[in-house]
């Protein structure tokens, strides 16, 4: 579906960035060791843990559809801009190969996760081989933004795992911030989201202030993206997410919602602050309890507005990036649908 500017829908820009951006990312996979191709290849949906072909879900591709997005905003060939694509869908995997395993989650995409196939080394082992693989892809790209490019995805990379490091951190300390909070959201997953949209600029020739808008347009949504994401880890439908209900509950993650509700000087928070206390995952009725008190003591509504606040802030970033009419139409489409998912 098309507007009469010729804007396409998010789920067309999606649909066509796969498949420019597909064959180019197998390309990529097939150059990794037997060993962590068929882990990777697992992890993204193309084939079951046998080897056999599979039809199976392989995310919304969002990082590097920005990529795509935002070198054709600046007046770029999307085509050139693929190596970048690649690289950040390759380091987004990694980073949820090894988030799997440090959060102990069963099942991804509604499937088995890799470390629960395959074991826990040779999970981890796969995503550092599939990093190592993204800056291989960004360096060798043929484009003069290659070397620049490739020194902004690694200290994207650092400030991503310097946001996980917060994220786990988080988990054994009694007492967290909103500030704190955020500043984690905005490294964990705000930093890749802002490198795919910066990359896109910078692959697309734009010039350093364009590359900073579209870059802050991407942390701004990032950190919307993740409010959203936050709030399906405790209300999200299974059928939807992919993963069980109340999740991030059960193993006392301190989400925004959490955060926030812990932070309200509200009964309900003060009770939350008492379930939170102790070691060892919370039972089913303890996480159930948890999402009322959250709920009651304003975290969840909390969220929801910080969502849409965030998403404003990108959206004003977007528009002061000067982005051609068709790209900005489908960036904010694009914007709309990440953080606006169904429960």
Known sequence: MTTLDGARSALDVLAASRDLVDPALRAAVDTMPESMRHITGYHFGWWDADGEPTAADSGKALRPTLVLCAAEAVGGDPAEAVPAAVAV??????????????DGDLTRRHRPTAWTVFGTSAAILAGDSALTLAMDVLAGADHPAAERATRLLAACVQELIDGQGSDIAFEARAEVSVAECLRMVGSKTGALLAASCALGALFGRADEARVDRLGAFGRHLGVAFQSVDDLLGIWGVPEVTGKPVHSDL?????????VAALASDTGAGRDLA??????????DDQARAAAGLIEAAGGRMWTEQRAEAELA?????????????RSADELAALARLATHRDH
Do not use: C, Q, W
């Open 313 to 325: 802030a990108a959206l004003t970033e977007l528009a002061m990036a000067e982005p051609a009419p």
């Open 250 to 258: 059960v193993s006392r993650k301190k989400s925004l919602p959490v």
């Open 274 to 283: 008492g379930l939170y206390t102790g070691d060892g995952p919370l039972s």
């Open 89 to 102: 869908e390759l380091v987004h995997n990694f980073s949820l190969l090894h988030d799997d395993v440090i």
